[in-house]
Nanobody, 120 residues
Framework: QVQCVESGGGLVQAGGSLRLSCAAS????????MHWYRQAPGKQRELVAR???????NYADSVKGRFTISRDNAKNTVLLQMNSLKPEDTAVYYC??????????????WGQGTQVTVSA
């Protein structure tokens, strides 16, 4: 079993910054990809940022230049630095981690979600 625990959400004014963190724990042998998704009320969940092993990243057009995804390898933690936040960034943010367990099985684990609210 692999668990993901998120932290760092909250309320911020437009133009402000927040940093989300997601720690993956359990019998992890390797991590292949780490993602951040978000879901706003009444909308579908969308991919915000992706980080693959080797350091390759990509972002949704709506957050390019404002958000940065990174990884702390020693702690199996994925971070999302969010700058220049806009009211339309308001959503529940979820992390997703994919990899291989020490049992040589694949895992695809989701965090519980953290609320980000940006006031105008």
């Amino acid at each position: 079993q692999v668990q993901c625990v998120e932290s760092g959400g909250g309320l911020v004014q437009a133009g402000g910054s927040l940093r989300l963190s997601c720690a993956a724990s359990g019998r992890i042998l390797s991590i292949n990809a780490m993602h951040w998704y978000r879901q706003a009320p009444g909308k579908q969940r969308e991919l915000v940022a992706r980080l693959r092993s080797g350091g390759w990243t990509n972002y949704a057009d709506s957050v390019k230049g404002r958000f940065t995804i990174s990884r702390d390898n020693a702690k199996n933690t994925v971070l999302l630095q969010m700058n220049s936040l806009k009211p339309e960034d308001t959503a529940v943010y979820y992390c997703n981690v994919q990899g291989v367990t020490s049992y040589a099985t694949e895992f695809d684990s989701w965090g519980q979600g953290t609320q980000v609210t940006v006031s105008a």
